[in-house]
């Protein structure tokens, strides 16, 4: 199974409102990683969260993690259209002498304008 | 600078060919990976390279192989093409271990 599972699969909202994805993982990480695709594209890199930092923004964007519980959440504040995407997140395991980001299979944004 | 570009963007195989994609990356990165995606499911990683002239094994290696002549390049090669191996391939490099990926736009194969 998925280290990385996100929840909701799929999240349907309206433009100006908040959208939240939460993720959930099984083992130690280093870090943990959040991606956006966009339909057809390549994965975007959008913020990175250290296992021994709580919280992190990035403009409209707030990461948080709690390695107690083993989870993540991403919140994207004032949604926009150009927001609909889907979202990944990535945990980074030590793997001999690099680093493994294991995906979880994402969740679909929609924002309807 | 371009970052990771792929080549080609489409490729329809039939069952028993083999196909080379190139990875190419601008950014003098040491570290490149190979991830397939397909539908419903997170990338899952394919091989990766922590320098030029070494590579690795990922998650789901078999029936592929790369090489990393090149810092900058990284080629993943299907020797015998099947149905199963039918994904969109996503290149990436980081410049440290642990770090973001830099992803390219993908390679869409179809193996029939």
């Known amino acids: 199974s998925q280290q990385g599972e996100e929840d909701p699969q799929a999240l349907s909202i309206q433009e100006g409102e908040n959208a939240t994805m939460n993720c959930s993982y099984k083992t130690s990480i280093n870090n943990l990683q959040w991606y956006r695709q966009n339909s057809g594209r390549g994965l975007v890199h959008l913020i990175l969260i250290r296992s021994n930092e709580r919280e992190k923004h990035s403009g409209r964007l707030r990461v948080t993690l709690d390695t107690s519980k083993k989870s993540s959440s991403l919140l994207i504040t004032a949604s926009r259209a150009a927001d609909t995407a889907s979202y990944f997140c990535?945990?980074?395991?030590?793997?001999?002498?690099?680093?493994?980001?294991?995906f979880g299979s994402g969740t679909r944004l929609l924002v309807r304008p | 600078n371009a970052g990771v570009t792929q080549t080609p963007k489409f490729r329809v195989l039939k069952t028993g060919q083999s196909m080379t994609l190139l990875c190419a990356q601008d950014m003098n990165h040491e570290y490149m990976y190979w991830y397939r995606q397909d539908p419903g499911m997170g990338l899952r990683l394919i091989h990766y390279?922590?320098?030029?002239?070494?590579?690795a094994k990922g998650e789901v290696p078999d029936g592929y192989n790369v090489s990393r002549l090149k810092k900058q390049n990284f080629l993943l090669g299907l020797e015998s093409a099947a149905p199963s191996q039918t994904s969109v391939y996503f290149c990436?490099?980081?410049?440290?271990?642990?770090?973001?990926?830099?992803f390219g736009p993908g390679t869409r194969l179809t193996v029939t």
């Open positions: 990436a490099s980081s410049g440290l271990a642990g770090a973001a990926r830099w």
């Open positions: 390279s922590v320098g030029e002239g070494t590579t």
């Open positions: 990535a945990t980074d395991l030590r793997m001999d002498s690099s680093y493994k980001l294991i």
